[in-house]
C-alpha cells in the first residue's frame, strides 16, 4: 500500500473552519462531501483555494462552497461535459454543480465524478521510468 503523506495541519484545520463556520443544512451536506473526497481521493491535498475547500492531486480536482441554497461542487468544465446527462436535473454552469439543499446529494454521482478527475489527472502525467534491475 502506498504511503500517504501527512496533510498540512494548517490547511486541513482551514478546511475544517470553512465547514464550521458554514449554517445548516450546508454544514451537514459540506461535511458528508469532505468524507465522500476524502474516501475517493485519499492521496490528494486537502487546502483552500479560490477562499473555497480543495483537494489537489498535481492539479486541483474540484473545490466546494456553501451558500444559503446549495452547495457548489466545482469539478471543472471537462467533468461537467462529461456528465452532462446525469446532471441534466441538476442546474450547472461552465465549472460548477448546484446540489440544492431541498435534494439528496447524489452521493454516486458525485463519487463518479471524483473518480472521473482522479483518472483525468493521472492521464496528464507523463508516465514514469521502469526501475533498473
Given at each position: ?7 498540512p ?13 458554514a ?29 473555497l475547500?480543495?483537494?489537489y ?34 442546474h450547472?454552469?461552465?465549472?460548477a ?37
Amino acid at each position: 500500500m502506498a504511503r500517504r503523506k501527512p496533510m498540512p495541519a494548517a490547511a486541513s484545520s482551514a478546511v475544517v473552519a470553512y465547514i464550521d463556520a458554514a449554517a445548516e443544512p450546508a454544514r451537514t451536506r459540506l461535511q458528508t462531501l469532505r468524507s465522500l473526497v476524502r474516501e475517493e481521493a485519499p492521496d490528494a491535498v486537502e487546502r483552500m483555494a479560490y477562499g473555497l475547500p480543495t483537494w489537489y492531486q498535481g492539479e486541483n480536482l474540484l473545490h466546494f462552497g456553501a451558500f444559503a441554497r446549495h452547495v457548489g461542487l466545482y469539478p471543472g468544465p471537462a467533468a461537467i461535459e462529461a456528465f452532462a446527462a446525469e446532471l441534466a436535473s441538476l442546474h450547472t454552469s461552465k465549472g460548477a454543480i448546484q446540489l440544492p439543499h431541498d435534494r439528496d446529494l447524489p452521493v454516486d454521482l458525485i463519487r463518479r465524478i471524483v473518480r472521473w478527475r482522479l483518472a483525468q489527472v493521472s492521464a496528464k502525467r507523463p508516465p514514469t521510468a521502469p526501475n533498473a534491475e
